[in-house]
C-alpha cells in the first residue's frame, strides 16, 4: 500500500473547477458539476505538488445536514490518503457550524470506501435494498445511507 502522498493541498472548489473534476474521474465529456455554482456548496480540490488535480469531494448544505454527492481520486492517486485528507477538512469544516451531521450513500459492495467511511466515524443508518441494478457482481445492490454526526450531535 502506498503511503502518504507528499505537498497535498486542499482549498474550496469553485466554478472554474469543472475541468479539474473531469480530469479526476477521467471523463471524456465534460460534466455538469451541480453544487460549484451555488451558495450551498461545499466542495473541495486535493492538488498534488505539482498543482494538479488529484482528488474532490462535491457536497452540498442540504437543511441542517451536509450531503456529500461525490468523492474521488485519480486512480494513480488511490490509496495515498488524499480521499481521507478531503473527507477530514470537509468534516472539520463542517464541525462548530450549524450543520447536524454529515450524509453519504454508498454501493453496499463498495467495500473500499465502505473502510474509509467507517474509519472516520459514519454509521450506517438506512438502506435501500436492489437500490443499483448492477453491482460489482453484475447482480443488484444495496445502497447504504451512512452518517456521521459531531462531538456534540449524534449521527442518526
Not at 99 to 115: G, K, M, P, S, Y
Not at 121 to 129: Q, Y
Request: hydrophobic letters at 45%; glycine letters at 8%; proline letters at 6%.
Amino acid at each position: 500500500m502506498p503511503g502518504p502522498m507528499h505537498g497535498l493541498s486542499i482549498r474550496p472548489a469553485n466554478a472554474m473547477d469543472g475541468p479539474a473534476f473531469d480530469a479526476v474521474i477521467g471523463a471524456s465529456e465534460p460534466v455538469a458539476w451541480s453544487t460549484l455554482n451555488t451558495p450551498t456548496s461545499r466542495s473541495l480540490v486535493a492538488m498534488n505538488a505539482n498543482a494538479s488535480p488529484v482528488g474532490f469531494i462535491e457536497a452540498r448544505q442540504a437543511g441542517d445536514d451536509i450531503e456529500i454527492i461525490m468523492i474521488a481520486t485519480k486512480r494513480a492517486s488511490r490509496r495515498q490518503g488524499v480521499a481521507t485528507a478531503l473527507l477530514q477538512v470537509l468534516i472539520a469544516q463542517t464541525d462548530g457550524t450549524n450543520t447536524r451531521r454529515v450524509i453519504l450513500e454508498v454501493a453496499e459492495d463498495n467495500a473500499a470506501a465502505w473502510r474509509l467511511y467507517e474509519q472516520n466515524g459514519f454509521i450506517e443508518i438506512a438502506r435501500r435494498k436492489r437500490y443499483y441494478r448492477a453491482g460489482r457482481d453484475g447482480g443488484p445492490c444495496d445502497a447504504l445511507l451512512l452518517a456521521r454526526g459531531f462531538a456534540s450531535e449524534p449521527a442518526a
